[in-house]
T-cell receptor, first 113, second 115 residues
Framework: NAGVTQTPKFQVLKTGQSMTLQCAQDMNHNSMYWYRQDPGMGLRLIYYSASEGTTDKGEVPNGYNVSRLNKREFSLRLESAAPSQTSVYFC????????????FGPGTRLLVL | QKEVEQNSGPLSVPEGAIASLNCTYSDRVSQSFFWYRQYSGKSPELIMSIYSNGDKEDGRFTAQLNKASQYVSLLIRDSQPSDSATYLCAVNRGNYGGSQGNLIFGKGTKLSVKP
């Protein structure tokens, strides 16, 4: 039981390049989330998926797209990376959206030059 | 703007002392409250969850909730150097449109336990 896994662990991009961050969970959770964490800013929600087949914007969605591929997998895509997207990205999952604990993956450190 | 406020610290306590971490929130309809611990370079991990007014104890950790004052705290008894980490307070948005249930995180309090 691996919990929440993320790939890659670390990535360097040049401005304008695209990439997809992958997330998978094996806890049979319905809800999944993407956060970014920046120094002094805390965790901010980018997008979430309350259940398979649905996705919604969070607090900071601009510059990102997501896909809920199936119940297990939720990917985050940067179409044209910008230096402002340099951050640590965490994926999380929970059984349901409301009032449930979120479990976090190990994170992806992204550097955009 | 719905907010969760924490003192950024650092909070420094000697080994064996009680560490007290505080959090205030602005959304009166929030119903779920969580404390996460985050070691440097690692992901957040759940320490405690609390849903009702009062105290909830789990080992050396006690979470306290006062909804009237919109205040939640975490006490760590017999603090150990291994407790040195950043502690994140998280509060659900309550009945807030399409994002009902999503968590709002505070910026965290950095705790340092000195041997």
């Amino acid at each position: 039981n691996a919990g929440v896994t993320q790939t890659p662990k670390f990535q360097v991009l040049k401005t304008g390049q695209s990439m997809t961050l992958q997330c998978a969970q094996d806890m049979n959770h319905n809800s999944m989330y993407w956060y970014r964490q920046d120094p002094g800013m805390g965790l901010r929600l980018i997008y979430y998926s309350a259940s398979e087949g649905t996705t919604d914007k969070g607090e900071v969605p601009n510059g990102y797209n997501v896909s809920r591929l199936n119940k297990r997998e939720f990917s985050l895509r940067l179409e044209s990376a910008a230096p402002s997207q340099t951050s640590v990205y965490f994926c999380a999952s929970s059984a349901v959206v409301v009032a449930e604990t979120q479990y976090f993956g190990p994170g992806t450190r992204l550097l955009v030059l | 703007q719905k907010e969760v406020e924490q003192n950024s610290g650092p909070l420094s306590v000697p080994e064996g002392a009680i560490a007290s971490l505080n959090c205030t929130y602005s959304d009166r309809v929030s119903q779920s409250f969580f404390w996460y611990r985050q070691y440097s370079g690692k992901s957040p991990e759940l320490i405690m969850s609390i849903y009702s007014n009062g105290d909830k104890e789990d080992g050396r950790f006690t979470a306290q909730l006062n909804k009237a004052s919109q205040y939640v705290s975490l006490l760590i008894r017999d603090s150990q150097p291994s407790d040195s980490a950043t502690y994140l307070c998280a509060v659900n948005r309550g009945n807030y449109g399409g994002s009902q249930g999503n968590l709002i995180f505070g910026k965290g309090t950095k705790l340092s336990v000195k041997p």
